[in-house]
Nanobody, 111 residues
């Protein structure tokens, strides 16, 4: 099993960023996929989740209306589009499927 996140970086407050997660080694198209994040000194928290076919999405209250999770099962990829970013969104973002984690991608929101 391999889960690889990419697309993180430095962005100014109010800006946008899209991060990606490519997975392999399991049945991606049958899996509920999630994004988590962990800020320094804080516990890892669930940000968003998406059902196997993409018909259902779930979001933490803190990101509702700003973040959008989506997936492309043909590419074994899940995305997180992040708009109206705030400094509080600064964290390492992890892609997750039951039992499996990626290595994370750093998102920093700062002027």
């Amino acid at each position: 099993v391999q889960i690889v996140e990419s697309g993180g970086g430095l962005v100014q407050p109010g800006g946008s960023l899209r991060i990606s997660c490519v997975a392999s080694g399991f049945s991606f198209s049958s899996s509920y996929m999630t994004w988590y994040r962990q800020a320094p000194g804080k516990e890892r928290e669930l940000v968003a989740g998406i059902s196997s076919a993409g018909g259902r999405t779930d979001y933490a209250d803190s990101v509702k209306g700003r973040f959008t999770i989506s997936r492309d099962n043909a590419k074994n990829t899940v995305y997180l589009q992040m708009n109206s970013l705030k400094p509080d969104d600064t964290a390492v973002y992890y892609c997750h499927r039951t039992y499996y984690w990626g290595q994370g991608t750093q998102v920093t929101v700062s002027s």
